[in-house]
């Protein structure tokens, strides 16, 4: 194969490949996007909450939802990287895995993502990882829920680690999108998962944080007195 063949060619791959992460969805208008959202917020209601509530927006999570829409669009980045993932932090109950629930079927809805996402809870997927190692959870896209519940391993030599740590690593460098939702802050992050990601964490997910208190019922005030 001749030079200019050879140059045409990886040209061609390097569009192709800029195109996977630059297409911009032009028939989804802010609307239709918050439509499908609370299609999707409200089926995790009632599937994963056993809820018969419906998803609310209000002056908590307004915001979130319109940066959510950004990713989406791609059309702000100043406010949001939509090459790379997203945690969503917040206190117990605020709605964080609800959101990142429905927000990752809608990726998959507008084929934003080219499989679904897989959602897991971090002690589940520590478990995981103890079993079958990191390699079934490197490449494929995953929403890790509730980042920083999961216990440290112990090693062969009795050092404690951490196995999401340990995944978190690799996915970065292979550039998988990494989503999740944890009641930690920038300094519970630090201290979780130090050893590998923490200082490399901004650079492959976006930290939003959704504010508000618990929107769980309290059934204990119908219990008889």
Not at 51 to 56: H, P, V, Y
Not at 123 to 132: D, G, P, Q, Y
């Amino acid at each position: 194969m001749k030079i200019d063949e050879i140059l045409e060619k990886a040209e061609a791959e390097r569009l192709r490949e800029y195109r996977k992460i630059a297409t911009i969805r032009q028939d989804v208008s802010c609307e239709n996007f918050k439509h499908l959202f609370f299609i999707r917020a409200n089926q995790t209601l009632v599937n994963d909450h056993k809820s018969l509530d419906t998803f609310q927006v209000d002056e908590f999570n307004r915001d979130v939802l319109n940066l959510l829409y950004f990713y989406v669009a791609r059309t702000n980045p100043e406010k949001i990287n939509s090459l790379i993932g997203i945690v969503l932090a917040g206190a117990y109950g605020c709605g964080k895995s609800v959101m990142m629930s429905a927000f990752c079927k809608v990726l998959f809805d507008l084929e934003f993502v080219k499989e679904k996402v897989i959602e897991i809870h971090a002690i589940e997927l520590a478990e995981e990882i103890r079993l079958k190692g990191v390699i079934p959870f490197a490449r494929v896209p995953l929403l890790i829920q509730d980042m920083g519940k999961e216990n440290n391993l112990l090693n062969n030599w009795g050092t404690k680690i951490n196995p999401i740590s340990n995944l978190l690593a690799l996915r970065s460098e292979y550039g998988s999108l990494t989503f999740g939702s944890t009641n930690m802050d920038l300094d519970g992050i630090k201290e979780q998962y130090e050893e590998y990601i923490s200082k490399r964490f901004d650079e492959h997910v976006n930290r939003i944080f959704l504010p508000g208190k618990s929107r769980r019922p309290d059934y204990s005030l119908n219990q008889p007195k």
